[in-house]
Nanobody, 122 residues
């Protein structure tokens, strides 16, 4: 599967953005898909992941209650709705996928898209 993330940009603190991760390839619904982010000088951080069916989601503690991950398997796309953005959310956001939901549960992914930059101004 090939992944392409989009939707990043500049937003004021308190604002919202929706990221998209478009996938090419077959059997997209078999893949768990996650979002991870990396800010300059910091380690990569898990944000959220969603099961292939979309029925199960997990979030990192820093985004719970503010971010929502969803997917539309008919469109081969996973979304990350980000609300109440904070300056500390500023990072490059990557989408990633794995056929193994067990690996996704451990935040381990096998296929990666290019990142999309989210900038939050205070």
């Amino acid at each position: 599967v090939q992944l392409q993330a989009s939707g990043g940009g500049l937003v004021q603190a308190g604002g919202s953005l929706r990221l998209s991760c478009a996938a090419s390839g077959r059997m997209f619904s078999n893949y768990a898909v996650g979002w991870l982010r990396q800010a300059p000088g910091k380690e990569r951080e898990f944000v959220a992941w969603i099961s292939g069916s979309g029925g199960t989601t997990y979030y990192g503690d820093s985004v719970k209650g503010r971010f929502t991950i969803s997917r539309d398997n008919a469109k081969n796309t996973v979304y990350l709705q980000m609300n109440s953005l904070k300056p500390e959310d500023m990072a490059v956001y990557y989408c990633a996928a794995s056929l193994s939901h067990a690996r996704a549960y451990r935040h381990e992914f096998d296929y990666w898209g290019q990142g999309t930059l989210v900038t939050v101004s205070s």
